[in-house]
Each structure stands twice: as structure tokens, then as C-alpha cells.
């Protein structure tokens, strides 16, 4: 395409298709007939056709549309396809990927290999993306191409659809993207493909839709038990692979794990008990696990890992409710400090109360240091010289030898040269051509020469020194013992030195250190209830705020009755905690006329689900921060018109996020931008669980099923088609 010619962008509608019987879509471009195999959208974008695109970008004017050649790159396709023009955001997001840009989001990983300002994919050889794959059982992901056909590896993976990333998705930073499960329970094994939105798992009773629930709070750190192995199997494997921001990374940094825009977490247990963590593909403590968790996935419902029930999420939730997430990171820093300096004090001061013997000690060390003076390229020198002394026989026997051999021995090297040198002197005489042959003689001679000239140095410069290797050894073995006691290095006792060094200066002014430790230990504490104060203000000031926000959220969601306050109560500032001067706690009276009491003593899975949602719902409006939440019983004891603002508060509050959610009701479901179903098959005799997703007709039929039973008649497939569309998912 010229510069300065106009461009037509065409959206193509294909009819929904789904499981393996997906094909691919073609991306042409002008010009090139065979055209290149890009993936479909992501499921779950309700701004966007559902089904595939065709993307093209193609010069207006120079080409006829009746010309036959261009009639022939487009082959007719099954079904036909309705063509429309695109709004125009959507235009300009197509045209900037095409163009390799992307707007002014960054690519996904797959896109990040097309070159700018190309807007197709380079003819000839096909590109490739290869799953990241862990040890041992990490995530054994399909294999995408473009130009050739996918391939599921891994078990019974193929129940469970996977569908490619869809580049033009909204790149959330804390993202589930994949989730493997392998020997859980009845899972033998299932790999899902996620994304933003809304996801919801259905099935019957038993089907092992929980059972994903269980491996999500494995990966997020919760208790393993032997009981979830399944028999027979070598281990339990759970794998993710997150998408992750800052404060993510900072847990990796404090763990000192790498860390990278996309994380890799596997667990795995064995049927004696034994666990693994890997963070990408590297050992972990299952603490850094937790630490990761608590920041990538939230888990409510029948699992124990609820996050309103932990001893620090009321101050949590309140803080992200009060925007406070500043002043939090004041407190944090200024705790951090003054637990140094205070540190630092208490240290000197206890080194007051035994202060000559520390001296003493202090003193020998440094002695002792000194006396050994290391120095790595000293002790390197003196090894070589030890060498040398050790063999001085050997090495000047090994001088005369060459000397002899290159010119001072009968028949030497030197005297073989002189006679070629003649030999070819003579040859010149009668073929001048030859001269050549007595220069290069001559050059052989001169570094023979500079060779015995080297020999005799060896030769006469080696002798025995009883006296200087003595001394040698008895040098290198203080730095030895100075390395063994200080080191392991002597650079480490070098650094060793300074420190004892600056501690005897301390102790020997020991009231002025003494001093200069309390300014600092009092000007740090100041600081932490400056900062502790400031985020003490904003807390009591939200408190009543969140309350009435909670309690409102309640009402659409079957708890009209039920009230739910936040209490702060101060706290002594005598030590420093990095969440301030407070505590929090989260009071619930689901009933009239019981009393207020905390989440783990009143609620239920079902009603601590809805209250989660309630306050996630607002702690969003209001910017919190965004894991990936899963809620299992949320659509407890509910139907109807609540289960209806059930379903649209799940959807709201997935936007811009993730919400996954395992539900027996179908107006959930049909607001869901992806749905799953689990069920049990038999397999030699075994029973296991398969997941897959659902489209078309099977994504009818099953909410159908929820609302009819086995037996569906055709009111609750048109029941089920309806509730479809109204949720745009029809």
C-alpha cells in the first residue's frame, strides 16, 4: 500500500463454531492469494461479533473489485459470510494492530514477533508459538501455528477447549490465562484456557466443578492435603500462568525469584505428603506462595481461604475503600525504618553492657586479619612463586634440556639451520628463484636464537630457597586459616575488616554512637506517626462511608435484612506495624434481632460469597485492587430477579478483571463471557472429570438444562435462548 492511499477495513461475521471443528480463518492481504492462519477472537468481548475475524487492509482504487485476479484470492466459503463496516474505534484498534502498534497498549506476547508496519504475516515460513512448559508436570499447553493445524498435548486435555489468545483482548496485569490440573481428586487431567471477564463453570452435582475451586486455592497457597491425590497417580500437579504488575513482583524480588510480565506457578504433592512449589520454574517456599496468592487470587465460598475472614483484610478492603493505597505505602516505608534504627540502638546498647569484652574480641579479630594483610592478586603471585620454589630442580633441568636442544648441544637445532641455510645458499646460486628459501631460514634462526636465549634465562634464573619457601607457606597458610574462619573469600575479609573496624571506632566512642543511634531511633518513630496519623484519619473517615456502601450492595443481592458494619479500634504506637496504628474488623447480622458478630462465627458459604461480592463490587467502583476473584456459592438459595442482579453484579465487577464463578443458575450463566461445563465420564472402569467449553447450541442446551432438568422441553430452550440475549451472549 502507497503512502497516501486510503485503506477499507471489513469485519467478517462467521457463524459460531466450536471444540475441534474449528477452522481456521484466513488473513489476506493484497497481493497474496494463499493468505496466513491467524487465532480467533477471545471469547468473552462483548463489544465484538462473536465467531472469527477477517481482517483486511486493502488499497482503495487501485484495484477493480471485478478483477479476476482478486476475484480468485477470495475462494468461496462455507455458508457465506455478511459483511459490515466496523465502528470506527474498533476501525482505527484493528488498523494500529495490523500496523504492529496496538494502540498505545503492548501487543500480547504471540504478536509481539510481527514487524512494524507490516500488515500481514511474512509469507513463506510459518511463525510459531510454543507454550512455556515447567518440570515435571508444569503446563503442557497446545501448540499454536499460523499456516498449520493445532495439536492438544496432554492427557484428556482435549475435553477441555482451549482457544487461542485473542490479540485484540484488553490486557489485564493480574490475569489467570491458564490453568493445568492433573491427578486432583476425579481430575485426571483438564487444561484451561482463560482470559478477562466473566467465566462461569456449571454442571451436575458431583461433576467436579469445586474441584477447580480446590486447585485454585492450592495455587494460591492454601493447605494440601494426601487426600486430593488421586489413587493410584505419582503426584498432584496444579499450574498457572498469570499475567502480573508490580506488586507481584516485588514479592518475587523480596523471595529473590526472577520475574518477568507473565508468571509461571506450579504445585505439586506427592501421595506421601510431600510438596513442591515452583515459581517460574525455579524452587519456592510455600510462605512466597501464599505471599503470591494473597495478591492473585481471592477464593469465597466453600473453600477455608476467604479473605474476609483473615485477620488483615478489613484494613485491607478499608484502605483500597478510602483510596489510602499512599498513604498505606508511607506507613509501610516509615515502619520499615524505624524498625532498622531501633534495631540498630537496641544492638549498641547491648554491646554498652559488654563492651571490654567485645573490644577484646574485636581487637584479636582485626589482629589477626591484619597480620594475614589478604589480597587476592598477593596470594595468587605467591602461589606461582611457591610453585616455582617447590620444583626449581625440575624447572632448571627443563631450561639446560631446550638449551642444549636449540643451540648448545652437539647436532642442535642451530646447527641443523646453518647447514639448510647453506644448502639453499648454494640452490640460490643456480636458481635464483630460491633466495626466498635462505630469508625464511634466516627468520627460523633468529626465533630459534630468541628460544635459547629464553631456555638459558630459565635455566640460570631457578634456584633452590629453602628460606623464601618457608616464609611463602607460612603466609598462605594465614590466609587460608583467615579465609576458613572470616571468609569464604578474601574479598568477604577484606569487607569483614571495615565493619569491625567501624564497630571499634563505635565502642570506643560508645556515648556519642550511643547518641547518634537515639536521634535516629526518635526521629524515625516521629516519622511513623506522622504518616501512621495521616492514614488513621482517612480510615475513620471511610469507615462509615464503606459500611453504608456494603450494606446498599446487600439489598439486590437476597441479604435486605442482613446488616454489616466496619469497626476500627486504635492501637498503642509502641512498635511499628506497617498496616498503622489500627485494627479492623467486619461485623455481620444476617438476621433482625441476633447480635453483630464476626464473618467466621455468623456466616455461611452462600452469604459470606454474596457479601464478597458486595464488597468487592465497592472496593472496585472505588479502584481496588484487582485479583482474580472465584466465588463458589454465590448463587446459594437464590432465583429469580436476585440471581438476575447476582449475575450483573459478577459481570460489572468483572470488567477490567477477572471473575470465575461455579453456579447452578442460569441467569448467571447466560451473563457469563465464557462458559464451561464439568462432567463425570468412565474410563477403564474409573471415573473421571472433563471440562469444556461451551458454544452455539451446547451452550443453550446446557442452560436449559439448568433451568428444566433433564428433561428439556422447548419453552426452556427458548427460555434459555432469551436469557441469551439479553445478555448480548446470543
Known sequence: MGPGEAASLVLADVRPLSGRSQRPTRHESPGDARGARVPPLR???????????????????????????????????????????????????????????????????????????????????????????????????????????????????????????????????????????????????????????????????????????????????????????????????????????RTVRDVLEDAG????????????????????????????????????????????????????????????????????????????????????????????????????????????????????????????????????????????????????????????????????????????????????????????????????????????????????????????????????KYGPTLADVRGLLEKLTAERNDLANIEDALDRRQREESGTKDAYRTAALALSAKRLEAAPRFSAAVAKELGGLALEKARFRVTVTSMDGDAPRRSGLETAALLFQPNPGEPEMPLDRVASGGELSRLQLAVQSVAAARGGRRRTLVFDEVDSGIGGRTAESVGKKLRALARGGQVLCVTHVPQIAALADRHFLAEKKERKGRTIAAVRLLEGRERVDEIARMLAGEKVPDTALRHARELLAQAGNA
Request: aromatic share 2%.
Open 257 to 484: 525469584l526472577p520475574c518477568s510480565e507473565t508468571l509461571l506457578v506450579r504445585r505439586e504433592l506427592s501421595p506421601d505428603g510431600r510438596g513442591r512449589v515452583f515459581v517460574d520454574d525455579q524452587p519456592a517456599a510455600v510462605r512466597t506462595l501464599t505471599r503470591l496468592g494473597d495478591r492473585l487470587v481471592s477464593i469465597q465460598g466453600q473453600s477455608s481461604e476467604r479473605d474476609l475472614v483473615d485477620a488483615d483484610a478489613p484494613l485491607d478492603l478499608l484502605d483500597e475503600f478510602a483510596g489510602a493505597s499512599t498513604e498505606r505505602g508511607n506507613v509501610a516505608d516509615a515502619a520499615r525504618a524505624w524498625s532498622a534504627a531501633r534495631d540498630a540502638l537496641v544492638q549498641l546498647e547491648a554491646s554498652r553492657r559488654d563492651r571490654s569484652a567485645r573490644l577484646e574480641t574485636i581487637e584479636f579479630q582485626i589482629r589477626e586479619i591484619e597480620a594475614a594483610a589478604p589480597d587476592e592478586k598477593e596470594a595468587e603471585e605467591l602461589s606461582i612463586e611457591r610453585e616455582r620454589l617447590l620444583h626449581a630442580d625440575r624447572i632448571r633441568l627443563a631450561g639446560e634440556t631446550a638449551l642444549a636442544a636449540l643451540s648448545e648441544g652437539e647436532a642442535s637445532a642451530a646447527d641443523r639451520l646453518g647447514e639448510a641455510s647453506r644448502a639453499f645458499a648454494d640452490l640460490a646460486a643456480i636458481d635464483p628463484r630460491e633466495t626466498a628459501r635462505v630469508d625464511e631460514i634466516e627468520d627460523v634462526k633468529r626465533r630459534v636464537s630468541d628460544l635459547a636465549a629464553a631456555a638459558r634465562d630459565v635455566a640460570a634464573g631457578i634456584e633452590s630457597d629453602p628460606d623464601r619457601l618457608t616464609a611463602i607457606e607460612s603466609h598462605l597458610e594465614k590466609l587460608s586459616r583467615v579465609r576458613r
Open 43 to 245: 471469547a468473552g468481548r462483548p463489544d465484538l461479533p462473536r465467531g472469527r475475524v477477517l481482517v483486511r487492509l486493502q488499497p482503495v482504487g487501485r484495484q477493480r473489485r471485478d478483477d479476476p485476479s482478486q476475484r480468485a484470492d477470495r475462494r468461496p466459503r462455507r455458508g457465506g459470510h455478511r459483511r459490515r463496516r466496523v465502528d470506527l474505534g474498533l476501525r482505527q484498534h484493528l488498523l494500529a494492530l495490523a500496523r504492529g502498534r496496538g494502540h498505545s497498549r503492548r501487543l500480547p506476547r504471540e504478536d509481539r514477533h510481527r514487524r512494524p508496519g507490516a500488515h500481514h504475516l511474512p509469507r513463506g515460513r510459518p511463525l510459531r508459538r510454543h507454550d512455556r512448559r515447567g518440570r515435571d508436570g508444569g503446563i503442557d499447553g497446545s501448540r499454536l501455528e499460523t499456516g498449520g493445524r493445532r495439536r492438544d498435548r496432554g492427557g484428556d486435555s482435549g475435553e477441555a477447549h482451549r482457544p487461542e489468545k485473542d490479540p485484540l483482548a484488553v490486557h489485564n496485569r493480574r490475569v489467570l490465562r491458564r490453568l493445568t490440573v492433573r491427578n486432583l481428586a476425579i481430575v485426571e487431567d483438564i487444561g484451561l484456557e482463560l482470559g478477562p471477564g466473566l467465566t462461569v463453570i456449571s454442571g451436575e452435582t458431583g461433576a467436579g466443578k469445586s474441584i477447580l475451586v480446590d486447585a485454585l486455592a492450592l495455587l494460591a497457597g492454601g493447605r494440601g492435603s494426601v487426600d486430593l491425590v488421586r489413587r493410584g497417580s505419582e503426584r498432584l500437579v496444579v499450574a498457572g500462568e498469570f499475567d502480573c504488575d
